[in-house]
């Protein structure tokens, strides 16, 4: 084969062997990926340490918006999933692993709730325990 036809192979070729990492897999992505995980590691760092929230339990939804933030920076940037990697089949496995999820700690939340308020009376309270 000729150095034409090589290369006419590969042009042709060039797409098809799974090699298209996507637009940030250059330094800039990476870097623009490693310096929001800092920042959204360091925030709620800082929001803890200091104390600025009262509130324990609107510090761990600001902690856990934080780190569903940070989860969607490494899935763009380090693992390069987006809507047209792997065709789309990326993000439909990520979907569908989503929604196993919800619905194992939905279901699992509520039979907690059932048992707990479905238990014997009396039992409640460790207070009359002699």
């Known amino acids: 084969m000729s150095a034409n036809a090589h ?3 590969d042009a042709a070729h060039a797409g098809t062997h799974g090699h298209d990492a996507g637009p940030h897999a250059t330094l800039r992505g990476y870097l ?4 929001l995980s800092v920042v959204l590691t360091a925030i709620p760092f800082w929001l803890v340490m200091s ?3 009262d509130n324990k339990q609107v510090t761990a939804l600001v902690i856990m918006a ?4 940070q989860i969607v920076v490494h899935m763009v940037f380090f693992l390069h999933m987006d809507m047209k990697s792997e065709g789309g089949w990326n993000m439909m496995a990520l979907i569908f692993t989503l929604i196993l999820v919800v619905i194992a700690l939905t279901g699992s939340l509520w039979v907690m709730y059932h048992l707990n308020a479905n238990m ?3 039992m409640h309270d460790m207070s009359q325990m002699p």
Do not use: D, Q
Request: hydrophobic fraction near 60%; avoid cysteine.
């Open 7 to 9: 290369a006419g192979h």
């Open 51 to 53: 104390g600025v929230i």
């Open 120 to 122: 014997m009376p009396g």
């Open 32 to 35: 623009t990926g490693f310096f």
């Open 66 to 69: 934080f780190a569903v933030v």
